[in-house]
Nanobody, 124 residues
Framework: QVQLVESGGGLVQAGGSLRLSCAAS????????VGWFRQAPGKEREFVAAISWSGDLTPYADSVKGRFTISRDNAKNTVYLQMNSLKPEDTASYYC?????????????????WGQGTQVTVSS
C-alpha cells in the first residue's frame, strides 16, 4: 500500500494558476503510475491526467489539455499537477491515485490507492 496526501488547492480567480502536489509514503513510489481525478458536487469523478512511472506516458482529459501539466519527482516521492488558465468549470475536489503495477490509464477503478483530496475553487 501507499499513502497519498494532496496539497496545493485553494481559491483562485479565473485565469490564475495553482500547483497541486501528491506526496506519497510507503512502498516504492517510483514504480507506480499516478493519476489525477476531480469531482464536482453532483457529478461523477472524472479523469484529469496521469503519468507513468517513467514519465513517458502523460495522457490528459480534453478539457484540460494545453492548460494542465502533470509531472513527477521520484526522488521526492511527489507528483505535481500544474494548472494554468483556470476556469470556473475547473472547480472541484482534486484527488490523486496510484496504481501499484501496470498502466491504469484513464479508468478510475483501475487505481489501487487514493488520497483524501484537495479543494480547488475558481471564481469568475
Amino acid at each position: 500500500q501507499v499513502q497519498l496526501v494532496e496539497s496545493g488547492g485553494g481559491l483562485v480567480q479565473a485565469g490564475g494558476s495553482l500547483r497541486l502536489s501528491c506526496a506519497a509514503s510507503g512502498r516504492t513510489f517510483s514504480s507506480y503510475a499516478v493519476g489525477w481525478f476531480r469531482q464536482a458536487p453532483g457529478k461523477e469523478r472524472e479523469f484529469v491526467a496521469a503519468i507513468s512511472w517513467s514519465g513517458d506516458l502523460t495522457p490528459y482529459a480534453d478539457s484540460v489539455k494545453g492548460r494542465f501539466t502533470i509531472s513527477r519527482d521520484n526522488a521526492k516521492n511527489t507528483v505535481y499537477l500544474q494548472m494554468n488558465s483556470l476556469k470556473p468549470e475547473d472547480t472541484a475536489s482534486y484527488y490523486c491515485a496510484a496504481k501499484i503495477s501496470g498502466w491504469p490509464g484513464r479508468t478510475t477503478r483501475n487505481y489501487d490507492n487514493w488520497g483524501q483530496g484537495t479543494q480547488v475553487t475558481v471564481s469568475s
